[in-house]
C-alpha cells in the first residue's frame, strides 16, 4: 500500500516552478535537440516465398486435375470396352447353350428310341 503525502506546502511548491515559460520552452527545445537513435526505415517482408508456394499449389492442383480427367476418360473407355465383352459373352454363350440343350435333346431322343 502507497501512502501519498505531500512535502513541503504549497508555497513551497509554487516557488520550485520555473520563474518563465520562457524556461520550459527552452528545456523543451533542448531535449530535441539530442539526436535520436532512430532505425532506418525497416522495408516490408518479401511476398515472394508466398507468391511461389500459392504458384506451385495452384500447379498441383492443374496437375491433379488433368490426372483425375484422364482417369475418367479411361474409365468411361473400359465401361464400353466392358459394356461389349458382355455382349459377346452374352451372344457366345446363348449359342453354346442352345447347341447344348439341342445335343441333349437329340440325345434324349435317340435314347429314347433306342431299345436294349
Excluded: C, N
Excluded at 501519498?4 to 535537440?33: F, Y
Excluded at 526505415?41 to 508466398?50: G, L
Amino acid at each position: 500500500m502507497v501512502i501519498r503525502k505531500l512535502r513541503g506546502t504549497a508555497a513551497e511548491h509554487v516557488a520550485a516552478l520555473p520563474k518563465s515559460v520562457k524556461k520550459l520552452k527552452s528545456k523543451a527545445a533542448e531535449i530535441e535537440a539530442v539526436p535520436s537513435k532512430r532505425r532506418p526505415k525497416a522495408r516490408p517482408p518479401s511476398r515472394s516465398k508466398v507468391t511461389a508456394a500459392e504458384k506451385a499449389v495452384a500447379e498441383m492442383e492443374a496437375r491433379h486435375q488433368a490426372a483425375e480427367e484422364e482417369l475418367a476418360k479411361r474409365e468411361r473407355a473400359l465401361a464400353r470396352e466392358r459394356e461389349q465383352l458382355d455382349k459377346r459373352h452374352g451372344r457366345e454363350a446363348r449359342k453354346l447353350r442352345r447347341a447344348a440343350d439341342e445335343a441333349r435333346d437329340a440325345y434324349q431322343g435317340a435314347l429314347d428310341e433306342w431299345e436294349p
